[in-house]
């Protein structure tokens, strides 16, 4: 597949206008010359600002600059015309035939015209993680619903994925689960709730241990315990783990989600000891007060404990030997994590001590906000839990009323099955849609919306376009419209296949950039285009021709928001 992202195209374009009317500007400047959507569409398709830049090097006013790369610039075929604006700016119209022809040339392409821009690349992407014996609770969603939609894009661009769910099975909270576990245990319940009685334990136990000095000591002596391996501490730790993840697992069946490594921090406890060693040996850890730290004040960060006064491990040293374990295995370019913003501060610590350890590979912290929903922000220990289950419970029920509102009469099993895709899909966007890195306040009604930028919404639009395409079948059977060939002349149609002209260059901006909320903005915008496409052209009422012409459109549309709604996560009934 010839590289199908239009903007590198168009710059490498405009770079040979600029470099036979400019011969002596270094290869690095010309290289930087680049061409990008317009931001405003009634000037041009796309845009090159880079004569202002110019200026000053070249003695020359940018408008000068930009007539003299414009008039050295070769055919292009993509182009119809080029035209220079205020300041100095290039503005670019595409070519009507030539967009068309491209739109018919990924029709059958599996990829839509997406480059396998990611081939020989392997990524492992750290995402969901949750910790054993805490229940998974609503701020988990954002990592395992971004951490999987990142995972779903990277495979799609031809990477080699390891989606590793890191559970974290071994940290402190064992100690106190442990000793609140031989105190408070209810054996019946822990038979028929397992989960909810574990959290039950370890919330007693935490709440004594922060007024109770004396308790928390006894919960880090069985944790060290554990870690030593004694064989009833580690028997009880396996029991924990075990529950714990086939409740995961639930939740992880509903949200369509799966893990090539489910690998908890014990799976690479054998490696903790060597870390500390290796640290200390190249001179990067140093003893202090009996722990062993590693001192980062000249990479203005703070100190980082890696070996606690009791010998105990921590979650740096924990995660220095993952990297280690997996670069051995997999031999990765790039490993991903995502978690909330609080851990920001560790990240940057391990990355640093990493990469003193003269390790390769680029390691990359997709942090995001929390998620709030009006009343509070989730934590497991306050006890104020709203399950994630339950919110996904809720979200069903919702879209289920949604569903019978639509399709009355609907088979009711069908119904449920609909409901299901548009509950999960709600809260999934509603996360997606978002920059990760601002704070969500998430509401149903906005999760819901029918008429806004939602997952409803957007599923609702595929629904209308597939049915487009069966009622062209039934009153033209076994008429093929790709006997007549795209033709885009009205306004509307043109913008469409602009759009649709724009989905691999957004793929990958999603995926390099890690922010699916990049590739939900357009499948909105999408979806709002085809509307006024639809709206104000007739469709099966068009004369011979323009109408196959159309509807191949509207399949493409279609292709391209199931595609696009795909690599969120999100499926799309063909009814709703
Ligand atoms: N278990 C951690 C938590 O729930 C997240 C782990 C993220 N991954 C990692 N390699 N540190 O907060």
Request: one cysteine or more; glycine letters at 6%.
């Given at each position: ?160 994925v390891l989606a590793d769910n ?123 007060e009996g722990a062993q730290i ?28 993952t990297v280690q374990q997996r ?250």
């Amino acid at each position: 597949m010839e590289n199908n992202i239009i903007e590198t195209i168009l710059s490498n374009w405009v770079q040979t206008g600029f470099t036979k009317a400019f011969p002596d500007l270094d290869t690095e400047t010309l290289q930087a010359i680049d061409v990008s959507a317009a931001t405003d569409e009634r000037f041009g398709d796309y845009q090159c600002n880079a004569a202002m830049g110019l200026a000053r090097a070249l003695r020359m006013a940018p408008r000068a600059i930009a007539e003299q790369a414009v008039a050295a610039l070769p055919e292009q075929d993509w182009v119809q015309s080029t035209e220079i604006a205020g300041a100095g700016f290039i503005n670019i119209t595409l070519n009507p035939e030539r967009l068309a022809d491209h739109l018919m040339g990924i029709e059958d392409h599996a990829q839509l015209g997406v480059p396998a821009f990611g081939q020989d690349r392997t990524v492992v992407i750290d995402y969901s993680s949750p910790n054993v014996a805490k229940p998974m609770h609503i701020g988990h969603i954002r990592s395992t619903v971004i951490g999987n939609a990142l995972d779903r894009l990277h495979r799609f661009l031809g990477y080699r994925v390891l989606a590793d769910n890191h559970l974290g099975d071994w940290g402190t909270q064992f100690g106190l689960l442990i000793l609140g576990y031989h105190h408070f245990v209810d054996q019946d319940a822990l038979a028929q709730h397992p989960v909810e009685e574990l959290e039950r334990i370890y919330v007693k136990s935490y709440e004594r241990s922060q007024s109770d000095a004396e308790w928390l000591d006894q919960a880090r002596r069985e944790l060290v315990k554990l870690q030593q391996g004694d064989p009833a501490h580690q028997e009880l730790w396996q029991q924990f783990v075990e529950l714990s993840l086939q409740e995961f697992d639930k939740i992880y069946t509903r949200l369509g989600v799966r893990f090539d490594l489910v690998r908890g921090e014990s799976f690479y406890r054998d490696r903790f000891a060597d870390i500390i060693a290796t640290l200390q040996k190249v001179g990067l850890a140093e003893e202090s007060e009996g722990a062993q730290i590693v001192r980062l004040e000249d990479d203005g960060l703070d100190v980082c404990i890696v070996q606690k006064r009791d010998g105990g491990y921590n979650y740096a040293t924990s995660d220095l030997a993952t990297v280690q374990q997996r670069i051995e295995e997999f031999q990765p370019d790039t490993i991903i994590y995502v978690t909330d913003e609080r851990q920001q501060l560790h990240f940057k610590q391990f990355f640093t001590i990493a990469d003193k350890l003269g390790w390769q590979t680029e390691l990359v912290h997709v942090w995001f906000g929390l998620m709030r929903l009006p009343e509070a922000t989730f934590s497991t220990r306050q006890g104020n839990v709203i399950r994630l289950e339950r919110l996904l419970d809720e979200a069903e029920s919702r879209a289920l009323e949604i569903v019978k509102q639509s399709s009355p009469d609907m088979p009711e099993a069908q119904q449920l099955v609909v409901a299901r895709a548009v509950g999960i899909g709600a809260i999934k966007y509603a996360d997606l849609s978002q920059n990760p890195q601002s704070l969500v306040t998430f509401t149903w009604d906005k999760a819901m919306a029918m008429d806004g930028n939602s997952a409803p919404y957007l599923q609702y639009a595929y629904a209308r376009i597939a049915s487009v395409r069966d009622k062209y079948g039934e009153r033209f059977p076994g008429q093929d419209p790709r006997q007549f060939p795209l033709s885009l002349k009205e306004e509307a149609e043109l913008r469409l296949a602009k759009r649709l002209l724009r989905f691999p260059s957004v793929v990958l901006r999603a995926t390099q950039l890690y922010r699916p909320s990049i590739l939900a903005d357009y499948l909105y915008d999408l979806a709002q285009t085809y509307s006024s496409f639809y709206q104000n052209l007739p469709f099966l009422k068009a004369e011979e021709g323009v109408r196959e012409s159309r509807i191949r459109l509207c399949g493409l549309t279609a292709r391209t928001l199931r595609t696009g709604l795909e690599l969120l996560g999100i499926e799309t009934p063909d009814r709703i």
